[in-house]
């Protein structure tokens, strides 16, 4: 059975013609969040996605180490995310934790026996079972808490989900309709 | 994804041909996972009691002795 979901992935505008040039190939997200692949905001916990993917593309321009925005014009893709039920890891479900769990629990009890203790982030286990065939994943969900604008500025730092987001890993293969819906300039008033 | 027989054979197919050494290596090298910087082993993770440090709002802080099991 084939799955659809709407994203949203909000960057800069230069980068924006740059995945749209090249389906998505040049935008691989962070490998410590569900592994390497191109992030979208989702329904789900939150029912405003788009408008997270545009705070995400705000709080992305700010560039921490030199006190200015890297760009000031973003935009927001869309994108229609098609998944086979059977590659589509949703650890927002009890079935897909079931999966994860088992899978860590093998990878532990492994580990263990060498004596040595690793630092495990959801990523990297998914990059490394997709990595050596253990997972035919192609896409992957979840809920993370993340940091937009005001949660950096204010220096929140919750534990509580706000995002649904989905890690897609053959772009080529996975994305339809990728079209730029929103495009905005950057002011500090913005933030 | 379910958790259906025949992909937990597979789990276990990978995990049951991989030798340990194998599995550290190809985890540090290839995939960025980085060794634990704790060195605390505990063997037994079952305890009686708890102590516990309190804060008393003079800028001094004791240790005391919990009466009361760890409820697990």
Redesign the interface.
């Known amino acids: 059975m084939l799955i659809s979901i709407e994203g949203f992935h909000g960057t800069s505008l230069k980068s924006a013609e740059a995945i749209l040039n090249s389906n998505f190939q040049l935008s691989f997200g962070d ?1 410590e969040w569900l592994g390497d692949g191109v992030y979208f905001f989702i329904n789900g916990i939150n029912k405003k996605p788009e408008e997270q993917a545009e705070k995400w593309a705000i709080a992305q321009s700010w560039n921490n180490v030199t006190k200015i925005y890297d760009f000031n014009t973003y935009c927001v893709l869309k994108s229609e995310i098609i998944v086979e ?6 650890l927002t479900s009890e ?2 934790i ?2 994860f769990e ?2 860590i629990e ?2 532990e ?3 263990k ?2 004596g ?6 959801d990523g ?1 286990l998914i ?2 079972a997709r ?5 035919e ?1 192609d896409v992957v969900k979840g809920n993370f808490y993340i940091k937009f604008a005001l949660e950096r500025i204010k220096r929140l730092n919750l534990r509580t989900n706000n995002c649904t987001i989905c890690a897609v890993f053959k772009p080529k293969k996975n994305l339809k309709e990728i079209k730029i819906t929103k495009l905005g300039k950057i002011k500090s008033e913005t933030i | ?3 259906s027989r025949e ?2 054979e ?3 197919n ?2 049951n041909n ?1 030798s ?2 194998k ?2 290596e ?3 090298l ?7 910087k ?1 060195n605390i082993d505990i063997e037994n993770q079952s305890f009686s009691t708890l102590k516990k440090s309190f804060y008393k709002g003079n800028n001094t802080y004791f240790l005391q002795d919990d009466p009361y099991p760890l409820v697990a």
């Open positions: 490998k039920e059977n590659n589509f890891l949703d079935d897909g079931e999966v088992y899978l093998r990878f009890e492994k580990i026996e060498s040595k203790k690793l630092e495990y982030l990297l990059n490394l990595g050596e065939g253990i997972l994943v | 994804m379910k958790l992909l937990k597979k789990i276990d990978y995990f991989i340990t050494d599995l550290v190809i985890s540090l290839k995939y960025g996972f980085s060794e634990s704790s």
